[in-house]
Each structure stands twice: as structure tokens, then as C-alpha cells.
């Protein structure tokens, strides 16, 4: 049985799963409008059609598929990368769900050709 070598240490920040999961949701809350006023309808559904309680399937796996692509955890540059995908991967759905539920949309009666 043979054993992959490893990776010389480069003095580079490494992020494993747990980190990574933490950028994630930290780079989701920056994505997302401040609401500067309590009576902001519309960022307040922004943010909770992608804040609320999500189990982030998509983002996860590609965040795993990095890792696994590059043997382990990821350095800062990369790391970086795979947050700013997955984040991508996570707003793309959300924003298609909020737009499919709007009334102008949801009412019509032909939908798709």
C-alpha cells in the first residue's frame, strides 16, 4: 500500500471544512444589502430567503469537491476562490425561487412555452 506524499508547507493559512463553512456564511452576510431601516421589506425577504435556515447542499459539495481536489485543506488563495463558487452556488437558487414566487410570475396562466 502505497502513501500519497505530502504537499511541502508553503507558511500559508490552511482551511479545512469547518473554516470554510464559516467564510461561507460570513461571505453570504456580505453579499447581501444592510437594512437600514426596520420597515425594509425587501431586503429583510433578500435576507431571509438566504440567511434563514438552509442546509447549504450546494455550496457544501462544492466546497468538498476543492478540498478533495486538492488533497485536504485549502490555502488562502484557493480557499478564497472556493468561497466566492459557492456563494455564487448558493445566491443563483435562492434568487430563482424569490423570482418564481412573485405574483407577476406565479399568476400567469402559460408559464413556460
Known amino acids: ?16 471544512a469547518a473554516t470554510m463553512t464559516d467564510a461561507l456564511e460570513a461571505s453570504l452576510e456580505r453579499a447581501l444589502p444592510v437594512m437600514v431601516d426596520a420597515d425594509d421589506r425587501l431586503h429583510a425577504a433578500m435576507r431571509y430567503a438566504v440567511l434563514g435556515n438552509a442546509k447549504r447542499i450546494r455550496p457544501r459539495l462544492l466546497l468538498a469537491t476543492a478540498q478533495a481536489c486538492r488533497g485536504g485543506a485549502l490555502e488562502d488563495d484557493v480557499a478564497d476562490l472556493a468561497v466566492r463558487a459557492a456563494v455564487a452556488v448558493e445566491l443563483v437558487p435562492s434568487a430563482s425561487l424569490a423570482h418564481d414566487d412573485l405574483p407577476c410570475f406565479d399568476d400567469v396562466e402559460l408559464r413556460r412555452g
Open 1 to 16: 500500500m502505497t502513501r500519497k506524499a505530502k504537499r511541502p508547507s508553503s507558511g500559508r493559512a490552511r482551511h479545512d
